[in-house]
């Protein structure tokens, strides 16, 4: 998590997490970082439909119509708690993490969604193992895809500057 505090840092970033399948374990981690206060804004840990529907604003006939397992409902996740929250980067998750299939949809599945400024990188992920190992995975697996994100928009960003400075 240090790579990606540092990240968020150097881009002068703020994130934000929309978390469901995780409990809230993405955020921790990240909080563990010494000067993670400069880059965290907060969290919404999302367990049942009701706070994600009444709090973040997820649309009910959207949970009606995927599941709350679902690309849709990780996407409305992330887009509704970045602007709830004013960050730049919010990432959500949403999952079985078992024991048993949930709705038809498999354990080990799980939806992450990061948005960043707007844009959605959407992801599905089958994970194996019991609750603990898939939910440990699924932060793992999601703070490298924010970390590859982030370098991608640091390049991109670092360019606009250069480009900037030469045609000034």
């Known amino acids: 998590m240090v790579e990606l505090i540092e990240l968020l840092k150097s881009l ?30 907060g969290a919404v840990v999302t367990y049942t439909n009701e706070i994600k529907i009444d709090v973040v604003g997820v649309k009910a006939q959207t949970i009606e119509k995927y599941g709350v397992v679902s690309e849709e409902v990780a996407v409305e996740m992330a887009q509704k708690a970045n602007t709830l929250m004013n960050t730049d980067v919010c990432i959500s998750f949403t999952g079985n993490a078992g024991p048993t299939a949930l709705d038809g949809k498999s354990v080990g599945l799980v939806y992450s969604t990061v948005n960043i400024r707007g844009v959605s990188f959407n992801y599905c992920l089958q994970l194996a193992g019991d609750r603990e190992e ?7 697996v999601m703070k490298d895809k924010c970390v590859e994100l982030l370098k ?16 000034g």
């Open 152 to 167: 991608e928009n640091n390049k991109k960003f670092r360019n606009i500057v250069g480009e900037a400075k030469e045609n």
């Open 12 to 41: 002068n970033f703020t994130i934000s997490t929309c978390e469901s399948i995780t409990g809230g374990m993405f955020v921790e981690k990240l909080v563990r970082v010494p000067g993670a206060s400069k880059s965290v804004k």
């Open 134 to 140: 898939i939910r440990e995975q699924a932060v793992t």
